[in-house]
């Protein structure tokens, strides 16, 4: 079954020094992607989407990711964490492209330490 | 855009309780999704809607759960009669294609 991995369900960093957030798929097919972020007690908001157009996909609030087919990694970074980075971000995989049922990762809590 | 807009945020009741969960989606969007997030399970989907049309309602757990969507601006999801094992924050989402969902605040439901 398609599945959707992140690596780490708790990350701590720094303010100003780089965010590194891992995501694993499983999909057999080109794959649908996104992270999503959610700060406590609000809904998610999207970060950014993979749509095959590029490898490198650039978001909002200084976040990209990096599709690696190779490695079937979507791994989310930022250079500088900034202390409103600290949330939950979830990786999603869609299932197939042109479906709108999304395989939600389990989530990573990044912490910014002052 | 006042975006998705879910009511109540917050609801308590009493196990056996009828609870009735509400979501008015973005206008234009065409897709409506009813989510349950849990520490256990995560993020699920229940059940998504295309045009006013339940499309797949695989993920309701079991029966005592509904979803109707009897307008473009407005649905619902009951539970009746309500469980402890229930509680859990949901989330409703819309969206005008295959792409980003856009999503409500959220209601968390606590049943006792």
């Known amino acids: 079954a398609q599945s959707v991995t992140q690596l780490d369900s708790h990350v701590s960093v720094s303010e100003g020094t780089p965010v590194l957030l891992r995501c694993n798929y499983s999909?057999?097919?080109?794959?649908?992607l996104f992270w999503y972020v959610q700060h406590p007690n609000k809904g998610l908001q999207l970060l950014l989407k993979?749509?095959?157009?590029?490898?490198l996909v650039k978001g909002i609030n200084g976040f990209e990711a990096e599709f690696k087919k190779s490695e079937t990694s979507f791994h989310l970074t930022k250079p500088s964490a900034h202390m409103s980075d600290a949330a939950e971000y979830f990786c999603?995989?869609?299932?197939?492209?042109?479906?709108?049922?999304?395989?939600f990762g389990t989530g990573t809590r990044l912490k910014v330490l002052a | 855009d006042a975006g998705v807009i879910q009511s109540p945020r917050h609801e308590v009741t009493e196990m056996g309780q009828e609870v009735t969960l509400r979501c008015k989606p973005i206008?234009?969007?065409?897709?409506l999704f009813w989510y349950r997030q849990t520490m256990m399970r995560g993020l699920e989907l229940l059940i998504y809607?295309?045009?006013?049309?339940?499309?797949?309602d695989s993920g309701m757990p079991e029966d005592r759960f509904s979803a109707k969507m009897p307008n473009a601006s407005f649905s619902t999801l009951k539970i009746q009669p309500s469980e402890p094992r229930d509680s859990a924050v949901y989330f409703c989402?819309?969206?005008?294609?295959?792409?980003?969902?856009?999503f409500g605040p959220g209601t968390r439901l606590t049943v006792l």
């Open positions: 993979y749509t095959s157009a590029a490898t």
């Open positions: 206008s234009g969007h065409d897709y």
């Open positions: 999603v995989d869609a299932l197939g492209s042109g479906t709108y049922k999304y395989i």
């Open positions: 809607f295309n045009n006013n049309v339940p499309i797949d």
């Open positions: 989402a819309s969206s005008p294609g295959f792409g980003e969902q856009f």
């Open positions: 999909s057999s097919y080109s794959p649908s």
